[in-house]
């Protein structure tokens, strides 16, 4: 099983070594879609490695995560204009909905960038309540410039402590680590509630 594992993980980094800069950053921008957190940890461990650069790193993950916030609004846009889309969404249920979203719109995106499990519902929220656009990109452009940098330093730091004294095991190190920051998100979660 050993044997294994190591020629997985050997083919993988192989691979990836290989891959040209603009499919990394692909790859990269892609994963920000699924699983944003996680993605910018591993992007992190592959540069705590030197297989992947850490300017390219951050500047594909920026691109990601801001076009992912604007994607999320666009699908609150769309839940008001059809009703198919609407089924997709979790609102407030709050009758100022739009009154409050125009308001709060910077101090909204900010503060739930920095909350996991809060963005969804919040973003698509401000696009079905027409909150100012310009307001929200700038406000997501912003916090996500603070946040993806944070993450990704610290992810760089501890993927630097991983692959100095852990050596093979660091595969293990790094689905703990992600596992950690995601099982933690999760918790913050469930103990928040939407109010005024």
Known sequence: ?????????????ASWAAAAWWLKAFWIILGTFVLEDATTILAAMASAQGRLAIPLALGALYVGVAAGD???????ALGKRWHFWRRFLTLPKHEHGHKWFVRNVVRVVVVSRFIPGARLPLYTA???????????????VSATLVWTTLLFGVSLHVGTWMNAHLDAWRWVGMIGFMATILFVGRVIARFQTYSD
Do not use: D, N
């Open 1 to 13: 099983m050993s044997a294994l594992w190591t020629t997985i993980r050997v083919t993988i980094e």
């Open 70 to 76: 604007c994607l999320l609004y666009a699908m609150g």
């Open 126 to 140: 401000a696009g079905f309540f027409a909150a100012p656009f310009r307001a929200f990109a700038l406000s997501a």
